[in-house]
């Protein structure tokens, strides 16, 4: 392997073609640096502070594997407490409008039904749960029994209730989540990520997917949720977006300016109270998931999480240039098992550049790479169990990368 000399500090750096020379010691070459924006105002910049200084505590409380802290308790309760005052606002307005429609003076009986009618209507529109369709396409069960089979048996090992859905899109991501009337639970996977997946990584995923169901994450609740979006609703209809000094130019831009501003600051601190929860839920879902899947294999995922630019690259090219395209899932595969460990761990320590308040509902990779050897597991279910048909699993997963060729790539 050639060598090159490091420019700052004159270490000897091997070389590998395509790949970034950069030096381990004085991390020359390493790659652009982020910069983030110093906040603009006192409240975000003290705001930024405390969430730094969270981030590393939790980080230890996780590392050591300690139970939710009391001050992480105290903010869980006071997000409900938010969420629930925002929940009162409509309910009272539907309390106003039917005291309108029911106690109003009998002269006015038909002005009290018109306000009553029109208050229940804006409070039932503004504050009703913004319930989303689930994301991408279903896999049918009688299609994709292997997957199914895979995902229950994961649902089992981590004593939780099984996904009613499996779903696929054309993302680099897999993800859970309660969707509709009927709060069905779905696990979508991204075919970008899942052909690039070793089997014992594909249980990976899944149990990290998974460990959010069972460990209960509160903040992704439909109580917590709804409250964020109605604030979100309220704030897109009364916001004043004009230069601050109209807000003093008559009543009605000064009450718009001020509605604004509180609500902002109401979102901005349901935000904050549920910070820690969101953080906290990605580590316990590294950890429960490790206990299904071994911990080996829920930090090569983490590494191959790492990959998103480089397959979304080749996705493109493959796109414009037809020629690419032959044997284009070999070459993506190829650049996950070929990819050797120097570029991975430069890819960590641009991670650990990025600072920790950045991130809002993930941890940084490298802390959750730390928490996850700090607390090793080895696997209760592997590929090669007799329970699994991986052979078919694999097949299933050649099925969707043939209808991912057909539907985006050709």
Known sequence: MPNEICPQCQNVLPVTSGYRTWCEKCEWNLGERPTIARPSNLFLRIHQTLNQRSSEALFQAMRANQPRSFLARIALLLAYVVASGVHGVGLALVGVGLYCIIFVAPAYRGLGWLVGAALILFALWLFKPRL????GTLLPPQDFPALYSLTNQIAAQLTCAPVAELRYNFHFNAMIGDYGWRRTSVVTLGIPLLVILEPQELIAILSHELAHKASGDPSRGLFLWTAMDSLAEVYDLVAFRAPTWLAFVNVYNLLRWLVSHCIWALAYLLTTLLWHDSQRAEYRADLLGAQVSGTPAQLQTLNKLHLYILVMEYLKTAQANPNFRHGLRDKLQALSADMPEREYERLQRLDRWMPSF????????????????????????????????????????????????RQVIN
């Open 132 to 135: 989303r369709p689930a994301p």
């Open 358 to 405: 950045f991130y809002t509902t993930h941890p940084p990779s490298h802390l959750r790479a730390e928490v996850l050897r700090s607390n090793p597991y080895p696997a209760a279910l592997t590929a090669n169990s007799a329970t699994l048909d991986f052979a078919r699993v694999i097949a299933e997963v050649d099925t969707l990368w043939g209808m991912f060729e």
